[in-house]
């Protein structure tokens, strides 16, 4: 029984113990375990205003306050001379008649073209901007989005997370840098957005410059079946093209009489999801996800990941310390998923023939998120448009290798304007 007794009594007071050390790091209360999204704390999110950088500038479109920051030859070449820097690149002197507008993929921001920013505005002795997309970087996220007139064609541009509001708000910056033509530089999704700006306003467009672009290239056309030439009757081929006029009376017929059934199950469908993601349920997968994969994402996007160092991996995170990140990027995807204006449209592939200003497509040869195969098949399809492969370098060209990306960018340049 004494035995028993002490036993109570050393479990106590290792107990007490304990819960001293526990005291000792906070006193009068548990520790308090801290809620954090790819090492971000999440405790207290902050204004975009007050995470902007010192050159960072802010503008008003369409009632969303877009952060954006801009170059010139003049500035970049006043501050080398402040710093000290003597030697002068030997395209110091050129100039394009025309600015430059830098466009970000999915998930990255301004930060992405800060390496690129001066280089590129010493080689086109012009402006060069980069903005922020809604739903990204420092640009501000609305707290409320008219769901409901989202299918409204009047409405329709004004929701910040759509492609056709990134498309205006880059057609805008032309303006805003007063200009008539503009270079526009998009990287992965960003490309996109360059690409149908060409198309909502092509005279607007000077040139087009295409970095790992996740633009879907069209597959090559199958091999052209040639006339038997003993002029023999085939059987295979004659019963071939009758089934096949058949199918395709039978596919037309069933189209048009379940076309209306269709129309509502796609409404009814987009409904739900966009219900889903809007929910709790959704932000917080879309909060998991990004913080499962976020840095990981990063990382695989380098040739070499050990190159990724902590520098990178903040400026890239910089905007999970944004009030409402998360819902934002929740109405960014349903804006792609749901988006009518883009399936009113015929598919991206099929109107890249139509391109008709200079076009360079640059990619590395270890891209493992956009392959350079797909890049390559993409030029075939953009008339007359360039195709340069830089090596060792995965999906971040403009980052991982900027002296060669700012070189061939200059070359193409020469070619196009002759300057």
Known sequence: MKHKVRKSKDKKQRVDRWTQEEEK????????????????????????????????CFCEFKGVQIHHKIYDAESVATNLSEEGTSSQP?????????????????????????????????????????????AFGLTARL??????????EDTRPFNPYSMLFSVLATLYFIDFLAAQKAILVGHSAGSIVAVEAYFEAPERVAALILVAPAILAPL????????????????????????????QYIGQTITRLVKGMGDMITSI?????????????????????IDKFGLAAVRNAWYDPK????????????????????????EYTVA????????????????????????????????????????????????????????????????????????IVDRFLEKAFGV
């Open 307 to 330: 190159q990724v160092d902590d520098h990178v991996l903040q400026g890239y995170t910089k905007p999970l310390r944004v009030k409402d990140w998360d819902r934002a990027l929740v």
């Open 25 to 56: 790091i906070l006193p009068g209360t548990r520790p308090k375990r801290k809620r954090q999204i790819a090492g971000v704390d999440q405790e207290e999110l902050q204004d975009p205003a007050i995470l902007a950088d010192p050159d960072s």
């Open 90 to 134: 030997p395209y110091a002197n050129k100039r394009v008649n025309f600015p430059m507008i830098l466009l970000h993929g999915f998930g990255a921001s301004i930060y992405s073209w800060i390496r690129a920013m001066k280089p590129l505005a010493q080689i086109t002795g012009n402006k060069v901007l980069a903005f922020d997309r809604p």
């Open 336 to 407: 792609m998923l749901t988006d009518s204006a883009s399936a009113s449209k015929p598919p991206l592939s099929k109107r890249l023939r139509k391109i008709l200003c200079p076009v360079l497509i640059i990619t590395g040869d270890s891209d493992r998120l956009v392959p350079p195969w797909n890049s390559e098949r993409l030029s075939r399809a953009i008339p007359g448009s360039c195709l340069e492969i830089i090596k060792k370098c995965g999906h971040l060209p403009h980052e991982e290798k900027v002296d060669e990306f700012v070189s």
């Open 143 to 152: 707290n409320h989005v008219n769901h409901s007139s989202q299918g409204s």
């Open 220 to 247: 090559n056309s199958g091999p052209v079946v040639k006339d038997n030439p003993s002029g023999k009757k085939n059987w295979f081929t004659t019963i071939f093209s009758i089934l096949s006029k058949l199918s």
């Open 269 to 289: 469908y987009k409904k739900a999801l966009s219900a889903f993601l809007r929910s709790a349920i959704g932000i917080m997968l879309v909060r998991m996800i």
